[in-house]
């Protein structure tokens, strides 16, 4: 778990405001995966990404929701307008290429007032 | 639809006891099935995995069964300690998937309790 570094770890938004959630995946891990989890309910999955890529993001709702993996630097997963509903631990997992098990972060969770 | 279910009341056993969490799916196809804990606030931790040509695995105090005619995958916890209370995961990757772990879709989890 410690490998995948999540930031900021809470995170309070007012409704209408954006927020971004930063994830660094483990060394030499190459793709990685946002998941979300509501209160009660379970983990869900948004959105895979390798680097430079969205390899599938059919997870991800329609609007205000995007994720990027750059060449260099986190994994961002931008949430803009933000609505209370959006209220939920947003987790990050990476993974090495063609492997099927991930490693996840420690969360993010977003608290929209 | 794709169903994964697992016991969404608490489990209390009784520390020393073998512990068993039980996770159904109906609907799908699975290439393989894994098993994580979750602590409050903290992220899962994965635990096993087992492919849909294996019966069991063992890891330490652990044990899993996959049962695909039955659709079924049993989680053994033997010995139990109240350091294993969690909640357990199991998760389902498809066998689209290609050997990555994209599709992983989870089950809500149970919440384990071992008493003292």
């Known amino acids: 778990n410690a490998g995948v570094m999540q930031n900021p770890r809470h995170l309070v938004r007012r409704r209408g405001q954006e927020a971004r959630l930063r994830c660094s995946p483990m060394k030499g891990h190459s793709h990685v995966y946002w998941y979300r989890q509501l209160p009660e309910e379970g983990l869900k999955f948004m959105v895979y990404l390798q680097k430079e890529n969205i390899i599938d993001e059919s997870g991800m709702p329609k609007e205000r929701f995007s994720a990027e993996f750059p060449k260099e630097g986190p994994s961002i997963l931008r949430i803009q307008q933000v609505v209370r509903g959006d209220s939920a631990a947003y987790f990050c997992?990476?993974?090495?290429?063609?492997?099927?098990?991930?490693?996840f972060g420690e969360g993010s969770w977003l608290t929209v007032v | 639809s794709q169903k994964i279910e697992q016991n969404s009341e608490a489990l209390n056993i009784q520390e020393g006891k073998t512990a068993t969490l039980t996770c159904n799916y109906t609907n799908y196809s699975p290439a393989y099935l894994q098993w994580y804990r979750q602590d409050p606030g903290r992220g899962p931790v994965f635990l096993l995995l087992i492919r849909e040509n294996e019966k069991e695995k063992r890891k330490e105090r652990l044990k899993v069964t996959f049962d695909t005619t039955l659709k079924q995958s049993l989680f053994h916890i033997t010995a139990s300690q109240p350091a294993d209370s969690a909640t357990y995961l199991c998760?389902?990757?498809?066998?689209?998937?290609?050997?990555?772990?994209?599709?992983?879709?989870f089950g809500k989890g149970t919440h384990l309790i071992i008493q003292p």
């Open positions: 997992a990476s993974s090495l290429q063609g492997r099927n098990t991930i490693y």
């Open positions: 998760a389902l990757a498809p066998s689209s998937s290609g050997g990555g772990a994209d599709g992983l879709t």
